[in-house]
């Protein structure tokens, strides 16, 4: 991926929204409004909206911005996107000092990389319809169906020899092997997945290696990609996209997690080109509207 991305959030804005911290009891003085007229800044028709949770603020250095979170001080401080087509009469406001705030808010708009337009009034957070549907989390659950059945209600299964230490040393063990490509536990059932098992003798091959360790429940599966080829993804991807929250490599679906800023259809077309269909599972913090 070249380092020119359809989405162009900077990369000091990307950081203030990913680090600040809740702000927790920053109280001042109320100021609030009638409702505008409804106008708003110049929204392009053809361009796609998106919904996000926000607070929005301005103070002295700039005016309003999106904030995914405020700054515990007082006055409250964040950095965002520039919010284009905002008026504060719309809104119940807080001031501290020279900044103005709002509470969690529902909001409507456009985005062109760099700057949010509001296409609705703004909604106290809660409030809006249609809400957007993010991508499922991972799914914990064993993939071996054999155990599945065996897991006690309380999430594990009670099978001697199954201890922590043993754990650790079949998870030790497995990350040393060749096509690694994860694991994870559901209850007491240690899940590992190996990529490119095939000239090695498959995960039946993997399993019994594994057995030497560990002789508690054990579901070894294959991957399309092995966990050093997942990281050198992740740190590409660290490298290239702009606008970046997170990034993690999942080993429950086998791919990495990519949080930016918004999910835009054509930074989504551009990862799946790059690296694959669904080898980068992207969301972002401004939500396509259905």
Known sequence: MNRTTPLRTSAATAAALATAVLAAGCGSEDASGSAGDGSRGDVDPNAGLYRVQATVLANGEHGPQLCRTLAESMPPQCGGPDIVGWEWDDV???????TTYTDPLDLVGTWDGERF?????????????EPGAPEAAADFDTPCADLKDEKDPKGGKDTAGAGGADR???????????GYAGS???GG????????????????AAERELRGVWDGPLCVVGAEHSEAELTRVQRQLDEDVEGMLSSAVDPVRNAVTLEVVAA???LRRELDRTYGENTVRLSGWLEPVA
């Open 92 to 98: 119940r406001a807080h001031r501290a000092r020279d």
């Open 117 to 129: 337009t509001l296409a609705e009034k703004p909604r106290p957070a809660g409030a809006a319809t």
């Open 168 to 178: 650790q040393r079949v998870l030790d063990k497995a990350g040393k092997m060749p």
């Open 184 to 186: 994870w536990l559901d």
């Open 189 to 204: 059932i240690v899940n590992i997945r190996f990529a490119g098992t095939g000239d090695g003798g498959g995960t039946e």
């Open 264 to 266: 835009t259809p054509e």
